[in-house]
């Protein structure tokens, strides 16, 4: 006879089970140091398990409670921020981003370049909020060494950048705005620093700087109290190690961001809102199940319902994906699966989420009532395809 399965909450624990050996085969493949996952379901976590090391050198494991650089998770963040403004009807999403920070009204568009030299031409309409929640505004992150545009990024914006010994989001947008755009606003999707210029417009319009925003409004009203733009001494040894391929040494892991040199560790004045936040598991996933929830959490209300529903709808324009991949849009603050047949790996039409650079991941799957998370500290990203690997074993556990 088969042996009988116990279920939770539509899972079959047996094959949860699964997830940990592969988990684990990674770390004794040396592909990464550790790690935590977590699903949730109906509100109730399903399956969390730690597995290898937050510090290799001092052996000490993944615990529940370590802090993890969410890096670009932190934009659904500052994306939730802005629409809890646009309820209470600061502003319009098809407003010039220009009525709030003039450093942006008269943009221009690389038209084209040849070598060193570029040609420019006035921006077609102006750089809207939704633009900027959608990455369709055209601005870029610097990141392409062999392009145009980004070279300037690097030259002209993250160069500024490291010479301030206190940056502040105040003095660093209009730097940002001097650039030229990659494209039109509204014409394509690009990834880009949006994010970070939301943050300060949640700074406009709200007054209070923007740590201290996400603190009063988010973090705070959801019991996140180890979500924040740097970790205090007192728990500096919780936060994991950053760690990537040792190139002198093939095999083994290098330690890319000890503590004693991380600005992780001290008080930053620069709030990235595209970037910049840590966070353990179990905060995190208390912001995704108010979202899962259309907006509320143990009694906490942040947004109403059909916000939330507007946000996991896909924004891009017709004919525009997200990183040219047809089976997927992009909401406001996250991907939008339109064709799951078309995904690497398992998951359904309309889940929403988001990853960030050291491998965090997580998605909110409202058909299935479900959240994964995946929390790592490794770079660079998607060098391994574990996230997929995770995927496929949450969604073959389900068994109701």
């Known amino acids: 006879m088969p042996t009988p399965t116990s279920n939770v909450y539509g899972f079959s624990s047996e094959r949860l089970a699964r997830i940990r050996p592969v988990m684990e085969r990674y770390v004794s493949e040396g592909k990464y140091a550790g790690g935590l996952t977590m699903v949730s379901r109906a509100g109730k976590t399903v399956h969390l398990e730690c597995f290898g090391l937050r510090d290799i050198a001092a052996g000490k494991p993944v615990e529940e409670d370590t802090i993890f650089r969410i890096y670009s998770m932190s934009k659904p963040i500052t994306t939730v921020a802005v629409m809890m403004l646009l309820e209470e009807g600061c502003f319009r999403l098809n407003d010039p981003i220009s009525r709030y920070i003039p450093a942006f009204k008269e943009m221009q568009v690389i038209a084209r370049t040849s070598g060193k030299q570029a040609w420019l031409e006035d921006a077609a309409g102006p750089i809207t909020i939704r633009h900027l929640l959608t990455h369709t505004a055209g601005l870029s992150y610097g990141f392409d060494e062999n392009d145009y545009l980004d070279g300037l990024y690097r030259k002209k914006f993250w160069g500024w950048l490291e010479k301030q010994p206190s940056p502040a989001l105040k003095d660093a947008i209009p730097v940002l705005a001097r650039l030229p755009l990659r494209f039109h606003p509204g014409t394509a999707y690009h990834y880009s620093f949006a994010i970070d210029v939301l943050g300060y417009l949640v700074e406009v319009i709200s007054g209070d700087p923007f740590d201290q925003f996400l603190r009063k409004r988010i973090f705070e009203p959801l019991g996140m109290p180890d979500t924040g733009f740097w970790v205090p001494p007192e728990k500096a040894d919780r936060l994991a190690h950053m760690y990537g391929p040792d190139e002198k040494h093939p095999g083994q892991l290098k330690d890319l961001d000890p503590h004693e040199k991380s600005d992780y560790t001290r008080p930053v004045t620069f709030f990235s809102g595209g970037g910049g936040l840590v966070s353990t598991a179990a905060d995190y996933m208390r912001f995704c199940q108010m979202l899962l929830n259309k907006g509320e959490l143990d009694g906490v209300r942040l947004l109403g319902r059909k916000t939330v529903e507007y946000m996991m709808m896909n924004h891009l324009p017709n004919g525009v994906f997200l990183d040219q991949d047809p089976a997927r849009g992009f909401g406001l ?26 491998n965090t991941k997580f998605w909110i799957d409202p058909q299935e009532q479900m959240i994964g998370l995946l929390m790592l500290q490794f770079m660079p990203s998607d060098l391994y395809p574990i996230e997929t690997d995770f995927r496929n074993l949450v969604y073959q556990a389900l068994a109701d």
Do not use: Q, T
């Not at 339109?338 to 960030?356: E, F, K, R, T, Y």
């Open 333 to 358: 603050g996250g991907f939008v699966i339109l064709n799951p047949a078309h995904v690497d790996g398992m998951i359904s039409a309309g889940a929403w989420g988001w990853g960030g650079a050291a």
